[in-house]
Nanobody
C-alpha cells in the first residue's frame, strides 16, 4: 500500500521560513518525479514545484521562484520544500505527489500528471 505523508507546516510570520518534508512508502520512490502542490480556500490546486528522479531538473511556478527550493533524498524516500521569504499569499494546504514518470515534463504543474497524493500539511503566513 502506497503512503505519502507531508509534515513541517505551521504558522509563520511574513518573511519567515519553513521546510516541508514528504515521506513515501510502498513505492519505488527513486523511480518517480515528485511534486509539491498547494490549495488555498476557494481556489484550485496549484502546482508549486517538481523535481525529476535524479534531481537533475527542477521546476517552479513563477510566484515562488527564488524563494522556494525543492530537493529530494532518494536514500531516505523523502522530498523537501524549503520555503523562504514567505508571504501571506503562500498560505495554503501543501500537498506532495508522485508523478507517473521519471521526469516532470512540460505539464509538471497539472494535477492529472500525478498518481499518489498525501493528505497535506497546512502553511499559514501572517502579515
Amino acid at each position: 500500500q502506497v503512503q505519502v505523508v507531508e509534515s513541517g507546516g505551521g504558522l509563520v510570520q511574513a518573511g519567515g521560513s519553513l521546510r516541508l518534508s514528504c515521506t513515501a512508502s510502498g513505492l519505488s520512490f527513486a523511480g518517480y518525479a515528485m511534486g509539491w502542490f498547494r490549495q488555498a480556500p476557494g481556489k484550485e490546486r496549484e502546482g508549486v514545484s517538481c523535481i525529476s528522479w535524479t534531481s537533475d531538473h527542477t521546476y517552479y511556478v513563477d510566484s515562488v521562484k527564488g524563494r522556494f527550493t525543492i530537493s529530494r533524498d532518494n536514500a531516505k524516500n523523502t522530498l523537501y520544500l524549503q520555503m523562504n521569504s514567505l508571504k501571506p499569499e503562500d498560505t495554503a494546504m501543501y500537498y506532495c505527489a508522485a508523478g507517473f514518470y521519471l521526469t516532470c515534463g512540460d505539464s509538471w504543474y497539472a494535477v492529472r500528471n500525478y498518481n499518489y497524493w498525501g493528505r497535506g500539511t497546512q502553511v499559514t503566513v501572517s502579515s
